[in-house]
């Protein structure tokens, strides 16, 4: 079978661009290989993990999860399902973050529910002199985000500490100038509707009854890991920005910005002296 039969069998049951992706990566193409090579052979190895992916394709896994990586701001990272796929709007995140670090500062950036590492990963490579600490509640995830932050070099400036929230840190004594997160911020009921989210992991996605859990668990936890004058970011959910400014803004002035979309996707807190 070669790549152009296996791409039009793909087709089939699945949309032409992801079945031309899946052709790639089991042929280890680069982009578009099905299309500058149609005529390379797929081995019966290959053709079984077509076979596989297509049919988890139609059943609704991410492509992500299917290839194993997922592009974001500009680097590759490897994906599992014990990781939320890096989403485009987070890359709003990592921009809000780095307008907080100046280029020639060694300053330390936490990150909580690190998952891939995606997030934190592309703002230390923008900012050299940076270094990070990056928690999470699954170590599986972890495991992840580990083999990320190796690849892209990273592994000397940032710790990875396995734990709930703000726990490890707590733990440490450690508190940081910049703390960030894109919390799990998805209705519990919407996240049972929505069949696109099943294959995620859950503990990434559900932010309780109202979506607005961890907002409120960041308001008392956050001034126990961030120094007075520093600032939190966090991601919001499309339409949670006055709920979440109600909450967050007790604990400060806060900024919000856009997405490319258009939705208030990230909220800037700068932490009281008071606290
Ligand atoms: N942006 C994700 C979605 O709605 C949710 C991510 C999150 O809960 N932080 O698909």
Redesign the pocket.
């Known amino acids: 079978m070669t790549a152009r039969e296996a791409l039009r069998e793909a087709a089939r049951r699945i949309p032409p661009r992801d079945a031309a992706l899946l052709v790639d990566q089991a042929l280890g193409m680069g982009p578009h290989g099905v299309y500058r090579e149609p005529q390379r052979a797929l081995d019966a190895h290959a053709r079984r993990w077509l076979a596989r992916a297509v049919a988890a394709r139609a059943r609704g896994v991410p492509l992500a999860y299917l290839r194993g990586w997922r592009e974001f701001h500009g680097h590759v990272f490897r994906v599992s399902p014990r990781v939320?796929v890096p989403?485009p709007?987070?890359e709003h995140l990592v921009e809000a973050a780095l307008a907080w670090i100046d280029a020639g500062i060694e300053v330390t950036v936490a990150e909580l529910g690190v998952g891939s590492g995606a997030v934190l990963a592309s703002i230390l490579r923008m900012r050299p002199r940076a270094r990070g600490i990056g928690s999470d509640v699954d170590p599986g995830a972890l495991a992840v985000a580990r083999r990320n932050f190796r690849a892209l070099g990273l592994a000397g400036r940032v710790t990875l500490l396995a734990g709930d929230l703000t726990a490890p840190l707590v733990a440490r004594g450690l508190r940081v100038p910049l703390l960030i997160m894109?919390?799990?911020?998805?209705p519990t009921a919407a996240l049972a509707a929505?069949p696109?989210?099943a294959p995620?992991p859950r503990v990434?996605?559900?932010?309780g009854v109202d979506?607005l859990d961890f907002y409120r668990r960041l308001r008392r936890e956050a001034p126990r890991v961030v120094r007075p004058g520093g600032h939190l970011v966090v991601?919001l959910?499309?339409g949670q920005r006055p709920q979440v400014q109600a909450i967050l803004g007790e604990l400060g002035p806060v900024r919000v910005s856009r997405d490319l979309a258009g939705v208030e996707r990230v909220m800037v807190v700068e932490i009281g002296h008071a606290l």
């Open positions: 939320l989403r709007e987070s894109n919390p799990p911020y998805v929505d696109l989210l995620e990434a996605l559900d932010g979506g991601e959910g499309d």
